[in-house]
């Protein structure tokens, strides 16, 4: 049976006998090899995808939400609160549900893909589209935790960054090591500081020999880490990163600059193109704010930046079937309706 992660991974979490563990199964996500995918970005790279898509809610959401929820109920709290650009309330309104305890969602309206709306709406959350964008949702949810007995559980929640850091560890444990290269999103910026925060205690406990170069990528139009700055109006269509002032900013500075990484930012066509090519040659489905990476890493090797052999690991942070629309649109799918007849079929199939 799968414990969770706060039962795996016990000891390097904030947790006692007394922590009421509030879990869904999170974690023990795959760790898939990508060879296609590798031999198309550079022929010495061993690619290895963290296909978070599959943890309970889709996302690896999930890892902070387990404990930030557990944590929540042990204070005696009834309720929580977040502003989120999908994923995290999806997460927030089942495990809240798990917990009994109320959920309160601030969305920026329209901008939220169907399917983590969706989730929302059938844990039975209590759901309020803002007229603004996720920076000003999260603004207000920070203000209401203050003066509400209500917890907020947006990445500022520090119960959050400690579930999610899990993800490293998995890695490590697999792989008998941590990478050369850790490629993830980057929108809030609190996963790739968790991420670097577990990579850092594997190797402070000696479980592992080195540490992983962190490669932060965002989209063109929302890439406060490449401007050097918040900035005011973020657009991409990877809406999972559509962030202008990320809440974890020295945080994620200072992941790269410690582990001599870098940030990078890739362009919408870029995402959409490396979105479709993930899905068709290794079939794995990701959202599109997964393919930020994977472009990434196509233009740094472009680039000249892989130069020896080395272990590349991704976190794919969301799964595919969030967002079908983009989907659909990014493949230009027009359905051909033919008669429910043999040589019709095998006409339109260009078989004979
Ligand atoms: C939340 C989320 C991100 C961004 O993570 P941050 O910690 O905010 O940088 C990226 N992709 C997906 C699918 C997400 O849900």
């Known amino acids: 049976m799968r414990k969770g992660i706060i039962e795996r991974y016990r000891a390097y979490l904030p947790v006692s006998q007394q922590t009421p563990i509030v879990t869904l199964g999170e974690g023990e996500t795959p760790l898939i090899e990508a060879p296609r995918l590798a031999q198309h970005i550079h022929p010495a790279m061993r690619l290895f995808l963290k296909y978070e898509g599959v943890n309970p809610t889709g996302s690896f959401k999930d890892r902070g939400?387990?404990?930030?929820?557990?944590?929540?109920?042990?204070?005696?709290?009834r309720a929580v609160i977040c502003a989120s650009t999908g994923n995290t309330s999806a997460s927030a309104a089942a495990y809240s549900a798990r917990a009994g305890i109320r959920?309160?969602?601030?969305l920026p309206h329209g901008k939220v893909a169907l399917g983590k709306l969706t989730q929302a709406v059938i844990h039975g959350a209590t759901i309020l589209q803002i007229e603004g964008n996720f920076d000003e949702a999260l603004q207000l949810v920070r203000t209401i935790s203050e003066h509400y007995p209500i917890t907020l559980v947006n990445s500022l929640n520090p119960y959050r960054a400690e579930g999610q850091k899990t993800a490293a560890f998995e890695i490590c444990d697999e792989l008998g090591d941590a990478p050369d290269y850790h490629a993830i999103p980057v929108g809030n910026a609190r996963n790739i500081a968790s991420y670097w925060q577990g990579y850092k205690e594997y190797h402070v406990q000696g479980k592992t020999t080195r540490l992983p170069k962190m490669l932060?990528?965002?989209?063109?139009?929302?890439?406060?880490?490449?401007?050097?700055?918040?900035?005011?109006?973020?657009?991409?269509?990877?809406?999972a990163i559509r962030i202008g002032n990320p809440a974890a900013w020295n945080e994620a500075w200072s992941a790269q600059r410690e582990s001599g990484g870098l940030f990078e930012c890739v362009s919408d066509e870029e995402i959409l193109e490396a979105y479709r090519l993930l899905a068709t040659s290794e079939g794995v489905f990701a959202e599109p704010a997964c393919a930020a990476p994977i472009a990434g890493l196509i233009k740094l090797a472009r680039a000249g930046y892989f130069t020896a052999p080395c272990t590349v690991t991704v976190t794919l942070t969301g799964h595919g079937l969030k967002d079908p629309d983009i989907a659909l649109k990014a493949c230009h799918y027009a359905p051909q309706t033919i008669p429910a007849d043999y040589d019709a079929v095998v006409r339109a199939l260009h078989l004979g």
């Open 65 to 77: 939400m387990t404990l930030a929820i557990s944590k929540a109920l042990e204070a005696g709290s």
């Open 216 to 239: 932060g990528f965002q989209a063109e139009g929302a890439a406060p880490f490449i401007v050097g700055h918040p900035i005011p109006n973020p657009e991409t269509i990877a809406t």
């Open 103 to 106: 959920c309160y969602v601030l």
